[in-house]
Structures are given as C-alpha cells and as structure tokens.
C-alpha cells in the first residue's frame, strides 16, 4: 500500500469572484498545494506556511507573499483558496495540483 505522503491530485474548479473557493479531496490532507490560473497565474502553499498565505507569480514571473486570508489553506480533506483577485476573479478555470 502507497504512503499518503506520496499521492497526488490534479484537477479543476472555477473561481467565483472573492469568496473562499473550498476544494474538498476526501481523505486526503495536502503537503503542498499549486494553483494555476487561466489567467496564467499561479499560487503555490507548502506545509510549515501560515493558512491563508500563498506564494503568487503573475505573467512577467513578479512573485510575491499572499497574505492571509488571500492564498490557500490547507484542510483535513483538501484546500480553500482564499480572496486573492489575481486567481480567485470572475470565473475563471482554476486547475490545481496538491500533493499529499
């Protein structure tokens, strides 16, 4: 049987314009989190991160601190994106890749 530290999900959500998106992966709690915009966009948490903290790189690779409560949290059964308007902005696509 596989370890848990070793799965990893992929998937896709839409956005919906500022509230808290919640990604739900039942029994499954995340190590690190990376969130890609169509906007091209992209989020990434790591374990040992502060919940609601995200690493953001817009186009033109900026990267900056997200503070809380603009980035991702880490649940027991997956992950919500926070408020940020770079990522979480009408309805965009949001794919995800969380490895647990």
Do not use: Y
């Not at 374990?47 to 817009?58: D, I, L, N, P, R």
């Not at 059964?77 to 696509?93: E, I, K, S």
Request: charged share 15%.
């Amino acid at each position: 049987m596989a370890s848990p530290s070793n799965r990893i999900e992929t998937g896709t959500f839409r956005a919906n314009g500022g509230a808290a998106v919640l990604c739900d992966l039942p029994g499954f709690r995340p190590l690190s989190i990376d969130i890609f915009g169509a906007n091209g966009s992209k989020m990434e948490w790591h374990s040992g991160m502060e919940a609601g903290t995200a690493w953001k790189t817009v186009i033109g690779g900026t990267r900056s601190l997200v503070a809380s409560p603009g980035g991702i949290t880490a649940t027991s059964t997956g992950f919500q994106l926070g408020t940020d308007a770079t990522l979480n902005t009408g309805t965009q696509v949001i794919t995800f890749r969380v490895h647990g």
